[in-house]
């Protein structure tokens, strides 16, 4: 997981890249929020420790055009101009914390702990994401008899109920109930119906 480190003031990006770096974290820093969008297609997936005011726009607005590209990172802001309506922005956007400079000992502890969250929440999003990808990829290999049976399944009904209400044999609906267990990679109903009920959910 790599933390890009986003400020004007090259001192201000050594100093966070040589924190960061010490505590085993990777870091890429960038001098300007239009620099990190030129590249951002380049970039490998992760976090944001952005400067709230740099020349050519926020921390905040570069924020909003990296989540204009459909990515979601989280991020921490720091400022050395701070004021309540901006850290109470910063918040609602999803920071996970608005740190002030210049930087004392005990900032600094804080940024530490606030991008190792960071990085845990990020880890744990892409984990979701992939379990979601996974489930879809399982549900649409189902034939479209599978699902309607699936279907009936999760929602509680007895094999012999799914027999009539689709017209087919009990013997039928036992194959296809069989192939969705394999398919979805499952033991149990239980365990059907919680990932189905998880995968609408997200989706929702």
Known sequence: ???FVVDDDEG???SLSFVLSKAGIE????SSGSQLLQEWDDLTPGCLVVDFLMPDMTGLQLVEHVRARGVMTPFILVTGHGTVTMAVQAMKMGAVTVIEKPFHHDHLLDLLESVRAMISQTELQRQLISE?????DRINSLTSRESEVMELVVRGDLTKQIAKQL????????VHRSNITKKMGVQSVAQLVKIVVS???RSN
């Open 132 to 136: 979601e990808e996974w489930v879809i």
């Open 12 to 14: 201000m990006r050594r």
């Open 167 to 174: 017209g087919i044999s009990t013997k039928t609906v036992e």
């Open 27 to 30: 870091t890429r820093c960038f």
């Open 1 to 3: 997981m790599v933390v």
């Open 199 to 201: 995968a609408k959910l």
